[in-house]
T-cell receptor, first 109, second 114 residues
Framework: GQNIDQPTEMTATEGAIVQINCTYQTSGFNGLFWYQQHAGEAPTFLSY??LDGLEEKGRFSSFLSRSKGYSYLLLKELQMKDSASYLCAVKDSNYQLIWGAGTKLIIKP | IAGITQAPTSQILAAGRRMTLRCTQD?????MYWYRQDLGLGLRLIHY???????GKGEVPDGYSVSRANTDDFPLTLASAVPSQTSVYFC?????????????FGQGTRLTVV
């Protein structure tokens, strides 16, 4: 079966750096996405990786290793507004998105 | 900029009743999707449409139907609601069904079946 694994919850301190990991086992691979979802709101797009390596976008970076079935989202200079759930999703061989259950990130002052 | 709009935002529905969740996008995206989101689970695909006039089944299609008569609208119908269909429903769209384009989500419909 297809599976996306990410930690259920993480806690970090304002101003610090946090890394959210995602491992996947899917039938085929056509890219990996990270989304942010604040409580009670819709998911919003953060990043897309289809080739190995690091993609940097401001305070957020995303890394992909296809051979290891692994990605991480790195958030720097954490702000209170970064408290949210972070969803990892992979497009499989049929171009359908397979979603992880999300990682709830709690930021403490 | 409207993007993608869902209606209603929330609904309490008696079991056995029929219900249609509406979804409209103004981005001229070819692909549209319906997901349900339940606590502790990832988003699960119910039905999708890669282009107007075509639809396909996702991971959890039973009890739901969709239609795609035009590019903009993608309604989801529960023919006879059951309590297990209590969930938050998200409609999404992307420029194409393939490729790396991200999906844009509506604000969600919180449905409670009692």
């Amino acid at each position: 079966g297809q599976n996306i694994d990410q930690p259920t919850e993480m806690t970090a301190t304002e101003g610090a750096i946090v890394q959210i990991n995602c491992t996947y086992q899917t039938s085929g691979f056509n890219g990996l996405f990270w989304y942010q979802q604040h409580a009670g709101e819709a998911p919003t797009f953060l990043s897309y990786n289809v080739l190995d390596g690091l993609e940097e976008k401001g305070r957020f970076s995303s890394f992909l290793s296809r051979s290891k079935g692994y990605s991480y989202l790195l958030l720097k200079e954490l702000q209170m507004k970064d408290s949210a759930s972070y969803l990892c999703a992979v497009k499989d061989s049929n171009y359908q998105l397979i979603w992880g259950a999300g990682t709830k990130l709690i930021i403490k002052p | 900029i409207a993007g993608i709009t869902q209606a209603p935002t929330s609904q309490i529905l008696a079991a056995g009743r029929r219900m249609t969740l509406r979804c409209t996008q103004d981005m001229r995206h070819n692909a549209m999707y319906w997901y349900r989101q339940d606590l502790g689970l990832g988003l699960r695909l119910i039905h999708y449409s890669n282009t107007a006039g075509t639809t396909g089944k996702g991971e959890v299609p039973d009890g739901y139907s969709v239609s795609r008569a035009n590019t903009d609208d993608f309604p989801l119908t529960l023919a006879s609601a059951v309590p297990s269909q209590t969930s938050v429903y998200f409609c999404a769209s992307s420029e194409t069904g393939t490729g790396g384009g991200e999906a844009f989500f509506g604000q969600g419909t919180r449905l409670t079946v009692v």
